[in-house]
């Protein structure tokens, strides 16, 4: 069975980058579409990034803009690419596919 692994996260000052990380211990050639969420204290799991096995993408207006979502079949890895980061981004962010979810990983950025 294909599990997530999430790496990447960590703090940041406010205007800073990261790049997230979630690796697949098995082939993702068949999953057809990849999703990032983030959860803040207190607050819902939000979708944020969503990437298609065509490779089209979509964006909650909170982070377009700001945010692309990538994949790499080939390193069965998909990639959350974060850029002017906000004290509002501080959450989990998780990676999705279907029934499978990551650990998560901690964002926490300072102002």
């Known amino acids: 069975q294909v599990q997530l692994v999430e790496s990447g996260g960590g703090l940041v000052q406010a205007g800073g980058s990261l790049r997230l990380s979630c690796a697949a211990s098995?082939?993702?050639?068949?999953?057809?579409?990849w999703f990032w969420y983030r959860q803040a204290p207190g607050k819902l799991r939000e979708l944020i990034a969503t990437?298609?096995?065509?490779?089209?993408?979509n964006y909650a207006d909170s982070v377009k803009g700001r945010f692309t979502i990538s994949r790499d079949n080939a390193k069965n890895t998909v990639y959350l690419q974060m850029i002017s980061l906000k004290p509002e981004d501080t959450a989990v962010y998780y990676c999705?596919?279907?029934?499978?979810w990551g650990q998560g990983t901690l964002v926490t950025v300072s102002s």
């Open positions: 999705n596919a279907g029934l499978l």
């Open positions: 098995g082939s993702i050639f068949s999953i057809r579409a």
């Open positions: 990437i298609t096995s065509g490779g089209s993408t």
